[in-house]
Nanobody
C-alpha cells in the first residue's frame, strides 16, 4: 500500500500564492506518475497537474497553465505544487495522486482545502 499525506492548504487572497506538498510512503516502488487533482463543490474532480518519475514530463490542466508549477523530489518521494496568481475559481479540495503501471494501482491522499477569497 501507498500512503499519501498532503500539506500546505489554507486561505489566501486572490492574487496570492500557496505551495502544496505531498509525501508518499509505504510500498512506493513502482510509482511512475504523481500529481494533483481538485474538486470544487458541485463539480467533478479534475486534473490540476502531473509529473512523471524522472521529472522530464509534466501535464497541466488548461485553467492553471502558466500559474501553477509541479515538481518532485524523488529522494524524499515528495511532489510539490506551487500555485501563483490564485483566483477564487481555484477554491477546491486538492488531492494528491500516485499511479503505478504494474501492478496497476492508483492511490489518493485525504485532500487539503484551498480557499481563495476575492
Amino acid at each position: 500500500q501507498v500512503q499519501l499525506v498532503e500539506s500546505g492548504g489554507g486561505l489566501v487572497q486572490a492574487g496570492g500564492s500557496l505551495r502544496l506538498s505531498c509525501a508518499a510512503s509505504g510500498t512506493i516502488y513502482g510509482i511512475n506518475v504523481m500529481g494533483w487533482y481538485r474538486q470544487a463543490p458541485g463539480k467533478q474532480r479534475e486534473l490540476v497537474a502531473s509529473i512523471v518519475s524522472s521529472g522530464s514530463s509534466t501535464n497541466y490542466g488548461d485553467s492553471v497553465k502558466g500559474r501553477f508549477t509541479i515538481s518532485r523530489d524523488n529522494a524524499k518521494m515528495t511532489v510539490f505544487l506551487e500555485m501563483n496568481s490564485l483566483e477564487p475559481e481555484d477554491t477546491a479540495v486538492y488531492y494528491c495522486n500516485a499511479r503505478k503501471i504494474w501492478p496497476p494501482a492508483v492511490y489518493w491522499g485525504q485532500g487539503t482545502q484551498v480557499t481563495v477569497s476575492s
